[in-house]
T-cell receptor
Framework: DAGVTQSPTHLIKTRGQQVTLRCSPKSGHDTVSWYQQALGQGPQFIFQ???????QRGNFPDRFSGHQFPNYSSELNVNALLLGDSALYLC???????????????FGPGTRLLVL | RKEVEQDPGPFNVPEGATVAFNCTYSNSASQSFFWYRQDCRKEPKLLMSVYSSGNEDGRFTAQLNRASQYISLLIRDSKLSDSATYLC???????????????FGAGTRLAVHP
């Protein structure tokens, strides 16, 4: 049973560039959430996708956008990168909150982004 | 004020020691509660859920006090392999379903030494 997978594992970009990160959820899961974890901090919720729609968003600017595909995989896009966007980006998958609001989220290994 | 607050540590303890971590949360709409463990440069992994009645998993005991909005984790007989960052997590979910999001504390570092 494959867990949550993310690609790439590491990425180096320069300020102003755009980046796309990818996530495949755990088998049987249909909901994907994205988190940003800065060094020394806990993960911060960016947004959650279900049925190809964003249904909840954290306190992140519009430069952060996402997409979910029919196979439940997801992408996180960040435009106009800033130095402060350097972080570990984590994808978490779960079963639809519409069925079980307290469903546990399982995390992928993350993508470590460095913005120079 | 942060939604979930933890003592950052580090807690440096010898093998075999008992160590306790505490956490407070501010959002009374929090519906479920967890402790996650995160090893250096790895993803968070679920350690255990936390219930008001208290729950135990081997050497680990978690407790929730909804009235005080307080969560605890007790580790008995610490092992070297317990060295990690422990993240206190609350789950905020829409009552009617529709979404849920995890709110993390900044984590408490534990270092167990021989």
């Amino acid at each position: 049973d494959a867990g949550v997978t993310q690609s790439p594992t590491h990425l180096i970009k320069t300020r102003g560039q755009q980046v796309t990160l990818r996530c495949s959820p755990k088998s049987g899961h249909d909901t994907v959430s994205w988190y940003q974890q800065a060094l020394g901090q806990g993960p911060q919720f960016i947004f959650q996708y279900y049925e190809e729609e964003e249904r909840q968003r954290g306190n992140f600017p519009d430069r952060f956008s996402g997409h979910q595909f029919p196979n439940y995989s997801s992408e996180l896009n960040v435009n106009a990168l800033l130095l402060g966007d350097s972080a570990l980006y984590l994808c978490a998958s779960s079963l639809s909150a519409s069925r079980r609001a307290q469903e546990t989220q399982y995390f992928g290994p993350g993508t470590r982004l460095l913005v120079l | 004020r942060k939604e979930v607050e933890q003592d950052p540590g580090p807690f440096n303890v010898p093998e075999g020691a008992t160590v306790a971590f505490n956490c407070t949360y501010s959002n009374s709409a929090s519906q479920s509660f967890f402790w996650y463990r995160q090893d250096c440069r790895k993803e968070p992994k679920l350690l255990m859920s936390v219930y008001s009645s208290g729950n135990e998993d081997g050497r680990f005991t978690a407790q929730l006090n909804r009235a005080s909005q307080y969560i605890s984790l007790l580790i008995r007989d610490s092992k070297l392999s317990d060295s990690a960052t422990y993240l206190c997590v609350v789950n905020i979910a829409a009552i009617s379903g529709g979404y849920n999001k995890l709110i993390f504390g900044a984590g408490t570092r534990l270092a167990v030494h021989p």
